[in-house]
C-alpha cells in the first residue's frame, strides 16, 4: 500500500471549476451561503478533482511497478473508476490518498485492479477502486450507430428520436493544463510546448460531463438553491485509445440520458433514491471516449435520513 499527503486550497477549487465550466453552488466561495441548509459550512473539492487526483497517482504507481508493461502487452485498453463519496472535503484541510497493491484477475476477463481511498481527520471522504481492461466496465452495450448527425443538432437540446440531451464542448489544452493544476498535478507531465507534448488526462473530458447535467437542469428550471443535489458515485470507463488522439479544438459531443427515479434504485442502506445519469463522450464518427454514469440524490433526503438515525 501506498500512502501520500496532499491539501487543496479554495484558488484549487476556483481553476478547477472554472476549467470545466462547473457552476454548482457548492464549489462556490460566495454562493455556498445561499444553499439551503447547506451543512458543509464552505465551499467543497469537486468530486473530479480528487477523481483526477487518483488518476495521476495511479499513472506514478503503474510507472514506478512497471505495470504499464501487462496493460500493453495484454492490450487493456480501458481505464475504469468506480468511486464511491462518503463525506465532502473541504479546502486547507489535510488528507491522505492510499492505493492498495495491485490485484490481477482473470475472471470474468483480464483485469488490472487497485482499491483507493482518500481520507480526511478520520474520516473517509471516498472509497473505490481503479481498473483496467480490454472492455469497458461500465454502459457497455449502448449502441450509437443510428445516432443523425450531431453536428446538425442544436446545442443544448434533445436529440430526436432519442432519449438523449446533447451537450456540444471544444477541447482547450488551457483548460486541460489549469484543471491538472487545480486537481493538484504536475501539468508538465502531460503538456510540453518545446517538445511537442500534448496528453490528454482520462478524467478531465469526464469532468464536462457534470456540467451538461447543470445545463440541463438549469433548463428544466431546477433551483439550485432550494434543491440542491449531491454526487453519491461515479462509474468511468475510458477508452485510452481514442484519448491518445485528442488535440485541441477537438469537438466533443456529450450525451446525457436521465433515468426514472425508482425505489429500486435507492442509496445503500437507506429509501432515499437515486437520480442516475449515464453520460458519453463522443467524438468524429461517433466513437465513444467516455462512458459515465453518475448517481445524485437531493441533499434534503441525505439530511433527514441522518436525522431520523439520530
Known sequence: MTTKFFTFEQIHIEVARNASDDFNLFHDKHKWLQIMHNPFK?????????????????????EARNENKIISEN?????????????????????????????????????????????SKGKTILLGFKKE???????????????????????????????FFLKRKFLNNGNVKNFLSGSLVEQSDYFDELTHTANYPEVFPCSLASGAL???????????????????????????EYLSRLKNDDKLYILVKQHPESSSNTLNQTDIMLRTYDCFGLLHNHDVLFRVRMNLVPLEEILKSLGDKK
Open 42 to 62: 464552505g465551499p467543497i473539492v469537486l468530486g473530479y478533482q480528487l477523481n483526477t487526483l487518483i488518476e495521476d497517482q495511479m499513472r506514478l504507481y503503474r
Open 214 to 240: 447543470l445545463e440541463k437542469a438549469q433548463l428544466e428550471n431546477h433551483d439550485f438553491k432550494r434543491n440542491p443535489m449531491v454526487y453519491t458515485s461515479h462509474e468511468i470507463s475510458v477508452d485510452r
Open 75 to 119: 492490450k487493456l485498453r480501458f481505464s475504469n473508476y468506480q468511486i464511491t463519496f462518503v463525506n465532502a472535503l473541504k479546502p486547507a484541510t489535510p488528507f491522505q490518498l492510499e492505493i492498495k497493491k495491485t490485484l490481477i484477475k482473470t475472471i470474468p476477463q483480464l483485469t488490472l485492479g487497485n482499491r483507493v481511498s482518500i481520507k
Open 133 to 163: 481492461t480490454q472492455t469497458p466496465l461500465f454502459l457497455a452495450g449502448t449502441n450509437f450507430s443510428n445516432l443523425p448527425n450531431l453536428n446538425v443538432i442544436p446545442d443544448k437540446t434533445i436529440i430526436p428520436g432519442t432519449e
